[in-house]
């Protein structure tokens, strides 16, 4: 009786020892990948149905291990739809980063300056994404308005997941511009040429597509509220840039500066009807609380910066020597 209690005993040690290798082999064996194998999860996927799928790519030797481990710790079998990027650590590893919904994530960027036309056409490439855009209701379905969409995509980086739609970008891009604008607006400086946030979100853009510059932004700002406050025509090249659209050559003549387009700031008086790119947070700033300036004119030094001038004999001084001069 006792030699058959024994033998019991030590079948149970060795079952118990060789299930807890066999655990152990389970928990650590590798997933045979290479790393970043992007690997989509559909809908409706389970976790019998996955492992075949890893098993018919020859990633997993069997299934039985990893099923019975399931029944130890159901939560295994929680896998949310997405793309993941798989890597060669332990297949349990692989299956919870798929529980953890760790996706793959991709970006997008809005670049300070661009205009509408310019971001649409980066995102339309951009991977992984559904294009959902309703073209003719287009600002409807990102700012639930009928307001022009020009201006009011924040520049920034935006990380999406596969098969997200681009309309879910761009609204998360036009909730940080409305919250931008709103928090610079409250904070804004008095005796400002505009009556509401549309018109400084307008003046943003036409700073930020005014200079290259960064510590130029104020200044611009400055001289820009200068001239409205003392009824000057803005007479800035990138509004007639943007009046003239896709048609424009890379060169301004004469004829365009004289050509009326509701943009031409040379030809109306005040702001024109909308923005005319994307501003960055800083131009916004500036725009609201620029630096109180005598400035009214400047002019390009051809290295990226401006001469500054308080007066037309020193701004016609400054063309000589900066834009005359270089031409001769």
């Not at 990893?66 to 650590?89: C, E, I, R, V, W």
């Not at 670049?111 to 980066?122: H, K, S, T, Y």
């Not at 991977?127 to 990102?142: A, R």
């Amino acid at each position: 009786m006792l030699k058959v209690t024994l033998s019991v005993l030590l079948l149970a040690i060795i079952t118990s020892v060789f299930g807890y290798q066999q655990l152990q082999a389970t928990l650590h064996s590798p997933l045979k990948v290479a790393n970043n194998t992007q690997f989509e999860v559909k809908k409706g996927t389970g976790f019998n149905q996955l492992c075949k799928q890893w098993q018919a790519n020859n990633w997993v030797e069997n299934c039985w291990r990893y099923q019975l481990l399931a029944k130890l710790d159901p939560t295994l079998t929680d896998l949310k739809t997405g793309l993941y990027a798989l890597n060669s650590d332990s297949v349990i590893s692989n299956i919870k980063k798929i529980n953890n919904g760790q996706q793959v994530s991709f970006s997008f960027t809005i670049i300070e300056g661009q205009a509408l036309r310019e971001v649409l056409a980066a995102i339309k490439n951009a991977n992984n994404l559904k294009n959902d855009l309703k073209e003719q209701q287009l600002s409807q379905q990102i700012l639930g308005s009928d307001m022009h969409l020009e201006g009011w995509l924040f520049p920034e980086t935006y990380h999406y997941h596969n098969n997200d739609t681009i309309s879910s970008v761009l609204k998360r891009a036009a909730q940080k511009m409305q919250q931008t604008l709103d928090t610079a607006w409250q904070q804004r400086a008095q005796n400002l040429p505009y009556k509401t946030a549309y018109e400084a979100l307008i003046m943003a853009s036409i700073i930020e597509k005014e200079t290259g510059l960064a510590s130029e932004r104020p200044l611009i700002a400055s001289a820009f509220v200068n001239r409205l406050n003392t009824n000057m025509r803005l007479q800035t090249d990138p509004t007639v840039i943007y009046g003239i659209g896709e048609s424009f050559d890379g060169d301004i003549k004469r004829k365009d500066l004289r050509n009326y387009t509701p943009y031409n700031t040379y030809r109306i008086n005040g702001l024109p009807p909308t923005p005319i790119a994307m501003p960055s947070k800083a131009a916004i700033l500036a725009a609201v609380n620029p630096p109180t300036t005598e400035y009214v004119y400047f002019v390009s030094k051809g290295d990226g910066s401006h001469q500054f001038s308080t007066t037309l004999k020193q701004h016609n001084a400054a063309v000589k020597t900066y834009i005359l001069n270089k031409k001769n």
